[in-house]
């Protein structure tokens, strides 16, 4: 069974996406619920990037190597791989450079991801994305490839997260642990 940790934007999306794909999954969120999770049903967890990894229900998961995936990696495994993704990070200017890249390719390109728009929301979709990532969306990343990676800068950012500028590094550049000879 799917966790959906969190219940922002991009976990309302999946669970759409689930309930069409009539796939099990439960939600937990801390502002919304206190239901009892049963580890021991629990396949896959979700996490919202707003949710701390030092939550009870990420420790726990750890200590039962229960699998901790991003909305993006999730996409990823789910996703037309017929499409060619363009992610893009970095500190500032993720936005204003994705944005740019979507004038630039026109109406033939979808664009998501962190700049407010869940990706969900293209899942059935035929176009080429566009993809603004983000530190918590990496960080919980194993298979994700792009065709296309822009990274526009990095600097100390999202330390209560991350605990420290190197660990904030490593999530921004764990986009690229796939990366291929073929790829941009």
Not at 89 to 98: C, E, L
Not at 162 to 168: A, C, F, I, R, W
Request: aromatic share 12%; charged share 25%; glycine share 6%.
């Amino acid at each position: 069974m799917i966790l959906l940790l969190g219940y922002g934007i991009s976990n309302q999306s999946i669970s759409k996406y689930l309930d069409n794909s009539l796939r099990d999954y439960i939600i937990y969120d801390d502002k919304l619920s206190k239901i009892n999770i049963s580890f021991n049903d629990i396949d896959l967890i979700i996490k919202s990037g707003s949710i701390s990894n030092n939550h009870f229900v990420i420790l726990e998961a750890k200590k039962r190597n229960i699998e901790i995936i991003s909305d993006l990696e999730f996409f990823y495994r789910e996703y037309d791989k017929c499409r060619r993704i363009i992610a893009v990070t970095g500190t500032n200017g993720k936005s204003t450079t994705v944005s740019l890249i979507k004038n630039i390719i026109g109406k033939n390109i979808e664009l998501g991801g962190n700049i407010g728009i869940p990706l969900f929301d293209f899942i059935k979709g035929k176009k080429d994305l566009i993809i603004e990532t983000s530190s918590y969306m990496n960080e919980y990343l194993q298979s994700f490839h792009a065709k296309y990676y822009v990274i526009t800068n990095i600097y100390p950012n999202h330390l209560e997260h991350h605990n420290s500028y190197t660990n904030y590094i490593k999530a921004k550049l764990n986009f690229l642990k796939n990366i291929q000879k073929n790829d941009y």
